[in-house]
């Protein structure tokens, strides 16, 4: 079964401080995308950072890293300084090659940032 | 980037009545269009998968007759919640892909805004 699983429900962290959100995956896909996106109180869902199954080094997006380890299946989500702003639910998902487009969800993380 | 646009952003209807949201994408041709529902504090929950000028396919659970979903061009289509109930109140989200001709991430999806609907 392809499944996402995201185990810290909650996160406080100090800002300024580097975070680490837990993600780890199964699929027996040889070809497929993890992602990761940021939803604020408003809704919206906010793309943050991709990692291909096949990509040799990983991914990075300004203060966005992604911790990929492909043996491990796990695809952990680096934040680093973090600001007031981060201060939102954190959803990794995943995208078989065959799956027509369609992510498999994990249960999102909720991470807020202390003053 | 791409963009998606999501109308209405917040509806409030009384129970018995149907809505229709609409969801666009601004700036590239969609050839799959998701509608996911999200409860307070859940992830999203996938409802069906369109594909423009084909009829939509459901997720087991999601009843087709009640949440009626239209791709009627590639930068269109609309969910229609018909009959509502207050249970139906959620958080629903339409995202888009332009597939594999002009995506640079390939499974990217594009997310509208939103739409917050409450049935009294």
């Known amino acids: 079964a392809q499944k996402i699983t995201q185990t810290q429900p909650g996160m406080f962290v100090q800002e300024k401080e580097a975070v680490t959100l837990d993600c780890t995956y199964d699929?027996?896909?040889?070809?497929?995308?993890l992602f990761w996106y940021k939803q604020p109180s408003s809704g919206e869902m906010i793309f943050l950072i991709y990692?291909?199954?096949?990509d040799q080094q990983n991914a990075t997006e300004g203060r966005y890293s992604l911790n990929f380890q492909k043996a491990r299946k796990s695809a952990n989500l680096v934040i680093s300084a973090s600001q007031l702003g981060d201060s939102a639910m954190y959803f990794c998902?995943?995208?078989?090659?065959?799956?027509?487009?369609?992510?498999?969800w994990g249960a999102g993380t909720k991470l807020i940032i202390k003053p | 980037g791409a963009v998606v646009s999501q109308h209405p952003s917040r509806v409030i209807c009384k129970s018995g009545t149907s809505v229709k949201i609409e969801c666009r994408s601004l700036?590239?041709?969609?050839?799959?269009m998701f509608w996911y529902r999200q409860f307070p504090k859940q992830s999203l929950m996938l409802m069906a998968t369109?594909?423009?000028?084909?009829?939509?396919?459901?997720e087991q659970g999601v009843e087709k007759d009640k949440f009626l979903i239209n791709h009627a061009s590639l930068t269109l289509s609309t969910l229609t919640v018909t009959s509502a109930h207050p249970e139906d109140s959620s958080f629903y989200i339409c995202?888009?892909?332009?597939?594999?001709?002009?995506?640079?991430?390939?499974?990217?999806?594009?997310f509208g805004p939103g739409t917050r609907l409450t049935v009294l």
């Open positions: 995202s888009a892909t332009p597939g594999t001709s002009g995506g640079t991430i390939y499974n990217e999806q594009f």
């Open positions: 700036d590239f041709q969609a050839t799959t």
């Open positions: 369109s594909n423009e000028g084909s009829k939509a396919t459901y």
């Open positions: 699929t027996s896909d040889p070809s497929y995308g």
């Open positions: 990692q291909g199954s096949y």
């Open positions: 998902a995943m995208s078989p090659m065959d799956s027509n487009y369609q992510l498999i």
